[in-house]
């Protein structure tokens, strides 16, 4: 018998693996932070000893969510300035409240209140485009979430940099500093094609290439956005950034709404990743993206929540149920992204995007061991037929029970357990004194 640090045991283990299995009475065999076995039950009890083990009946584990694409210190805007179109909100509100609250402790603050709210909602990684990447990382550690962070550059200067050239310097050395770490990465943020000029964006394609790492960049938020590129020079936005050569299997590309068939197409063939945010898009009417049409021409989607201020939460379970729901009135095809493949998109293929999916996004050995009990034993999820139908189509965020990070406990009972939940309301509404005043 071969003793692990952890065995959990539970009615149903959804690995999100390639032949899509749900595995019954099944148990997850974790060592060292990472998975050693999916089997039966009954089998690990003969095959391994545990340090701690765990039997949660009625409950169905799942890989731990991966929201790829957000801005987590913008939590503490959230609910400032609602039902209004992106460039109003972003002229109007966003940008002013930025240039007055945005510092050093206003992103840490802000980060960890928003880590509270993902890691109690079984996010374990999240991507996050802000400033102060420094002071996000001094926030992130201690929380055991995992993160990518790309950094904000854009033309005009910001109370983190003063242009172009002092962001890529400052993020850079942060670039490389985390290039190998397990538990932050950080990449290129152009912020998008309206506010980020040529000159900058081939440095970032150089400096991304030269040191092996993505780059994440807002693209086709709105119709308008194409429209006023179109107007300006004549080109499409997509199409400016396949001359430019940013387009590829680096790229992660931001809402992308508006697409016609040739900017789909570009993305088949270029293998750029599409970072899909449904709910923020529909509140700021940004638009649609084709979901099912950009599947089924072999791109690979993945799902993010946006900041807190445009959605107005953090809930990779509601941005999933949305993501499967929205595919299907856009497509006007009730089978676009089934609830299997609406857990991958949450899942997987955030991994694959990031380019991380050799260890993270699933629950398959040797990968490391994220991972969430999401609770289906209650009235709310009854019958249940199919588990994965649930988690998607009627599953709460207050459902998920526990969470994993790489083997080690970081939500027990819907506690936090590297976080103080009391501080963070406490600082968070300092913050709203603050800014209200
Ligand atoms: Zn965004």
Not at 81 to 105: C, F, Q, R, Y
Not at 294 to 303: D, E, H, T
Not at 348 to 371: P, Q, T, V, W, Y
């Amino acid at each position: 018998m071969q003793t692990v640090d952890l065995i959990v045991h539970a009615s149903w283990i959804i690995p999100v693996n390639q032949a899509r299995d749900v595995l019954a009475d099944h148990a997850l065999v974790v060592d060292q932070g990472k998975v050693v076995a999916t089997l039966p039950s009954k089998e690990a009890n003969l095959a391994y000893q545990a340090k701690e083990e765990l039997d949660l009946a009625g409950r169905a584990l799942i890989p731990g969510l991966i929201n790829t694409h957000g801005h987590a210190a913008m939590t503490l805007f959230r609910g400032m300035a609602d039902d209004l179109p992106l460039m109003t909100w972003l002229n109007d509100h966003i940008w002013p409240a930025e240039g007055k609250w945005v510092s050093s402790e206003f992103v840490h603050d802000g980060t960890q209140i928003a880590i509270a709210e993902m890691l109690r909602s079984g996010t374990t990684t999240y991507s996050d485009n802000y400033f102060f990447p420094e002071d996000a990382i001094r926030a992130i550690l201690p929380t055991k979430m995992r993160a990518q962070l790309n950094f904000a550059v854009l033309d005009f200067p910001n109370n983190w940099a003063s242009g172009p050239d002092d962001a890529l310097a400052k993020g850079t050395e942060l670039v490389k500093s985390y290039r190998e770490h397990d538990q932050v990465r950080v990449i290129y943020g152009p912020h998008a094609p309206y506010t980020v000029s040529d000159e900058p964006l081939l440095k970032i394609k150089a400096l991304a290439e030269e040191h092996g790492v993505g780059i994440q960049m807002h693209v086709h938020e709105t119709q308008g956005e194409v429209d006023d590129a179109v107007k300006a020079n004549g080109e499409r936005p997509v199409a400016r950034l396949h001359r430019l050569g940013l387009l590829g299997p680096h790229f992660q590309a931001v809402h992308m709404t508006a697409l016609n068939d040739d900017d789909i197409r570009m993305c088949a063939e270029t293998g750029t990743h599409i970072i899909h945010n449904p709910e923020s898009n529909l509140k700021l009417a940004s638009g649609f993206c084709p979901v099912d049409a950009l599947q089924k021409s072999g791109v690979n989607v993945a799902l993010g929540t946006d900041g807190a201020a445009s959605n107005n939460d953090l809930d990779m379970l509601g941005e999933m149920r949305t993501a499967a729901q929205l595919a299907k009135a856009v497509a006007m095809n009730a089978e676009a992204l089934p609830a299997y493949e609406a857990l991958a998109v949450a899942t997987i293929n955030g991994a694959k995007a990031m380019n991380r999916h050799h260890e993270l996004g699933s629950l398959e050995a040797g990968k490391l061991a994220d991972f969430a009990a999401i609770d289906l034993s209650d009235i709310e999820s009854a019958p249940i037929y199919d588990p994965v139908s649930h988690i998607v189509y009627a599953t709460s965020r207050q459902q998920v029970e526990h969470v994993w990070i790489g083997g080690e406990q970081v939500v027990k009972h819907r506690e936090l357990l590297t976080i103080d939940r009391q501080e963070m309301i406490a600082k968070a509404s300092t913050w709203r004194s603050k800014i209200k005043e």
